[in-house]
């Protein structure tokens, strides 16, 4: 008995007709099953005829037990080798021609003896039970085989969508399964965002749906039933569609052309994989809900903490100037004159603050959105760090050492943008640092192709694992000293990539935080001028 | 904005009239010639650039132009436009008299009694001999050197564009071929002041230009 253990190919399943559909590829495959029918019955009485001659001729007529057993064995072998029919009609002519030449009177049918009739009974009984038995036993190695090949195919299909790492990867292979597993094309359609069936995956090549297609999609999607060619509904389609059914309701179908001349129903193996392929595409598409919801809250939880954050940031400064002033409305007349300054003071103060952290917001909403302009030229560092010191020092009384190169090259900036960085970086160090602390601004060519500016400053410094998160909208390390929305750093960030520069931070040595930028330098730079010319006119 | 400051502006002595769009503020130009104007560049119906030269056409009064931090460029063409001065939305009012100071007194200026001796710290100019001299040191500058810092002192205390100094110095020709400014300017500063990086008086007034600074205002 072969027991085919290969997964079949190009087998239409469905079809459990005879032999002649059945193209089992086993090990060895016997030429005889694929006899027809009359052929093998023949072939069958033939066996059995034929063996008369030897057994007349080797063994004589009188040895009519051995006879009896090379007789079997024919049938046996024609059992096994052409089936059921052939071994039946086998065994009965063998019963014949036995009865004819081996029992007495010899050459006639006449069964004197109820020996004979033993003889004769038992053999022809023997026989058919042989045959019985071996077709029983094909039967169930057909079946197993059977089995054996549909738990190949739910295997694959299992593997195949575990696999898969999107919707289009999973019913790309699935169709791909279906197609192996059923010979007919598959394809899997899905619902687009227009709610039409407009995401086909197919196992290879493309073709829009008719109209009597669609309809049989859409029938077999909501009243889940098969629909399409071969079936009372929509007949005219040119494929059979498949619900694909999962727990929450239909998530697609399957379209099937079977090949021509195969049955259009869909087997059970098609249907429990397709089944399968429903249960699959829910739970990926409920895995990417899952996801995309809780990136949603997660978005949602973000900017709502942000907002608030940033509403009170900017209304604690609103808040002042609204009792500031009222306070000038209300008792302004019988404030003393240091009391009225002091209110204006505050004010002023407060109206100041308040439109450095719009301005922050604006610049990293710009940022952000990519609309920040650079507007690059010639510009001297010397006279961006100029302007730098001016402000802070006008403003913080703090006292800032600079290191500046006196024969720096000229750089292709944006001078404001830049002088923001700086300012950034600088009240940032600031608000770190204790007053007796000195300030530092270092710049350095690093060889020919970019300059090195360090803020550095020698107050608290922050751990080692920050050094990357400061740079983080919203980022406030430690208490909000002196107000500030943790944009600053952002901002500078985001300058400085605009110019194709890199900024971080690092510890300084003997503590403290130092914070650098690069900006590229140009080799076509106008030059520093050297010496001077003499004035024309000269008289001293 | 203008109630806020015509207080402060009348108790120094100044009379302020305004008027709400640019069209009316042409029609009180013309009207009542005033020393000074102050224009506003975010004008609900015209462009406040477009008025500056049809201001400066009817009048030689400096204007002085206020705008919102992010206008930059609108800066830099109302003064190549014709306007002396800028402020910045939102100034004090220290800021609006100093500049309004400044303005005036350039205004003196025109005409033929230009002053000709511009000083500045322990610095002095002469713009007629062509020298600058600290103290009783004279300073060498090349000629171009001394065409910037004679331009720079003829609006002292004002701020003039880079564009300006490009044309004074160079021609027409050179425009917006700002590096060249940078290297003098640079130049400059390293025979003037004490600290290039922190200067008293060639103050650079970012994306605009240079203002010599005269007075400590």
């Not at chain 1, 507007?375 to 403003?395: A, M, P, Q």
């Amino acid at each position: 008995m072969n027991v085919a253990s290969s997964i079949e190919k190009d087998r239409p399943v469905g079809t459990e007709g005879g032999p002649a559909d059945m193209i089992i590829k086993t090990a060895k495959e016997p030429w005889t099953s694929r006899l027809s029918a009359p052929i093998a019955a023949l072939l069958g009485v033939v066996m059995a005829v034929t063996v008369t001659v030897p057994a007349v001729v080797m063994l004589g007529r009188e040895d009519v037990a051995n006879v009896a057993i090379l007789y079997l064995f024919t049938i046996a072998v024609v059992s096994i080798r052409l089936g059921y029919r052939p071994s039946i009609l086998a065994a009965v002519t063998s019963a014949i021609c036995f009865d004819y030449f081996f029992l007495v009177p010899y050459h006639s049918l006449v069964i004197n003896h109820v020996r004979q009739l033993v003889t004769f009974g038992g053999m022809l009984g023997t026989a058919i039970f042989i045959s019985t038995l071996n077709e029983k036993l094909r039967k169930q190695a057909r079946a197993a085989r059977h089995s054996e090949r549909r738990i190949e195919h739910q295997y694959t299909l299992v593997k195949a969508l575990s696999d898969a790492q999107s919707i289009e990867a999973l019913c790309t292979s699935a169709a791909r399964q279906l197609e192996l597993a059923s010979g007919a094309r598959a394809d899997i359609l899905l619902r687009g965002d227009g709610d039409k069936f407009d995401h086909a995956f197919r196992a290879g090549g493309t073709s829009a749906l008719a109209v009597e297609d669609l309809a049989a999609a859409e029938w077999a999607s909501t009243r889940l039933e098969v629909a399409g060619l071969g079936t009372r509904n929509f007949p005219g389609a040119a494929a059979t569609y498949l619900p694909l059914g999962a727990a929450r309701g239909c998530v697609g179908v399957v379209a099937l052309r079977p090949r021509a001349g195969t049955s259009t129903r869909p087997s059970s193996l098609t249907v429990s994989m397709a089944r399968q392929i429903a249960m699959a595409i829910e739970r990926t598409l409920l895995s990417d809900e899952t996801r995309t919801a809780q990136l949603d809250a997660e978005t949602e939880r973000i900017r709502s903490a942000v907002l608030s954050s940033v509403s009170h940031d900017l209304r604690a400064p609103l808040a002042v100037i609204a009792s500031a002033s009222s306070t000038l409305v209300e008792h302004g007349d019988r404030l003393p004159g240091s009391g009225r300054d002091e209110m204006a003071r505050i004010i002023h103060d407060e109206a100041r603050r308040l439109n450095e952290l719009l301005k922050s917001l604006l610049d990293v909403t710009r940022l952000q959105s990519g609309s920040l302009h650079v507007n690059r030229d010639w510009e001297s560092l010397e006279e961006v760090i100029g302007s730098v010191l001016g402000r802070i020092e006008n403003r913080a009384g703090r006292h800032l050492l600079t290191s500046v190169p006196s024969d720096l090259p000229l750089l292709r900036i944006d001078a404001i943008l830049i002088e923001q960085v700086l300012l950034n970086l600088v009240d940032n160090a600031i608000k770190h640092s204790a007053s007796d602390y000195p300030i530092e601004i270092e710049i350095a060519a690093r060889g020919v192709e970019s300059v090195v500016v360090s803020v550095i400053d020698h107050g608290a410094g922050i751990h080692p694992t920050e050094m990357t998160r400061i740079f983080d909208k919203f980022y406030r390390g430690g208490p909000p000293t002196g107000g500030g929305l943790g944009l600053g750093l952002t901002i500078a960030r985001g300058i400085v990539s605009a110019h194709g520069g890199r900024i971080w931070a690092s510890s300084t040595a003997g503590g403290g935080l130092t914070i650098q930028f690069t900006l590229p330098l140009d080799v076509a730079a106008p030059g520093p001028v050297v010496g001077t010319e003499p004035i024309e006119g000269l008289a001293s | 904005m203008i109630r806020v400051f015509a207080a402060s502006l009348e108790t120094e002595g100044y009379r302020v009239f305004n008027a709400d769009t640019g069209q009316r503020a042409l029609e009180e130009v013309r009207t009542r010639n005033p020393d000074l104007i102050l224009l506003d560049l975010g004008l609900p119906d015209m462009d406040g650039l477009a008025v500056v030269p049809q201001i400066r056409a009817n009048t030689t009064a400096p204007i002085i132009v206020v705008s919102a931090r992010e206008q930059e460029s609108d800066k830099v063409k109302a003064l190549d436009a014709g306007a002396n001065d800028y402020l910045t939305k939102p100034f004090s009012v220290p800021e609006l008299l100093a500049r309004i100071r400044v303005g005036l007194r350039s205004r003196a200026q025109v005409g033929d009694t230009a002053e000709t001796v511009v000083t500045f710290g322990d610095f002095r100019l002469d713009l007629e001999g062509r020298r600058l001299t600290r103290g009783d040191r004279q300073v060498r500058l090349s000629p171009t050197e001394l065409k910037l810092l004679a331009t720079l002192a003829r609006h002292a205390d004002e701020v003039v564009t880079t564009n300006t100094l490009l044309k004074e110095a160079w021609g027409s020709a050179y425009r917006t071929r700002n590096g060249y400014v940078r290297v003098y300017m640079h130049a400059l500063r390293r025979k003037i002041e004490n600290d290039p990086t922190r200067p008293e008086y060639l103050i650079n007034e970012s994306g605009l230009g240079y203002r010599l600074r005269t007075s400590k205002d």
